[in-house]
């Protein structure tokens, strides 16, 4: 038998973890392994535990996108989903540039959360369809990366810019490339200093956005 998908909850209402966790208990390969009614605790428990999964509530003490920021930046094998209830694309774009993988409503139906949670251990993204729309559509609103910003990245830097789309971290793009971590560390530095980014996910949203790598699309 495979080991459970270990996951982290992260909401302030009692009632709302107390819902989730007895849902998810009732499958075998699921397993909570923490609770959090704030960002820090959640902040601490997937530093702990090391769970495939958070699933953290937008709006709650700590807030959800900083939450997601750091869980991501301490343990990049954590996948977030993000869980709200309202429909606000202003802030999901926030959240996935932090490193959200996927954003559900809490009105989602109990089979397709547990689902959505599958999926997120797979690295599989999962968008509520009331949210979907309006997010591509603020995405299209943007303005598109300069080429000009592009063309000043090394075709080394270009090479590590699209393994940071992929997911790769430090010891990962090392890996790739043949060359030392210390090394892709200074790239990394180099890259989101000349596309004028403050850290990874926007670096990977412009990789996307200029045609370097693909979006991934599930």
Known sequence: MNTPIRIVIADDHVLVRQGIRAFLETHADLSIVG????????????????????????????????????????????????????EDAQQIVQAVRAGALSCLLKDVDADALAEAVRKAARGEAVLHQRVAARLMELLRQENEPGAEMLDSLSQREREVLALIAEGLNNQQIAERLGIGEKTVKTHVSNVLGKLDVTDRTQAAVYAWKSGLKQRPTH
């Open 35 to 86: 609770e959090a009614e704030n960002g820090g605790d959640a902040i601490r428990l997937c530093r702990e535990k090391s769970p495939e999964v958070a699933l953290v509530d937008l709006v709650m003490p700590g807030g959800g996108i900083e939450t997601t920021r750091l869980i991501r930046e301490q343990n990049p094998n954590t996948q977030v989903v993000l869980l709200t209830s309202f």
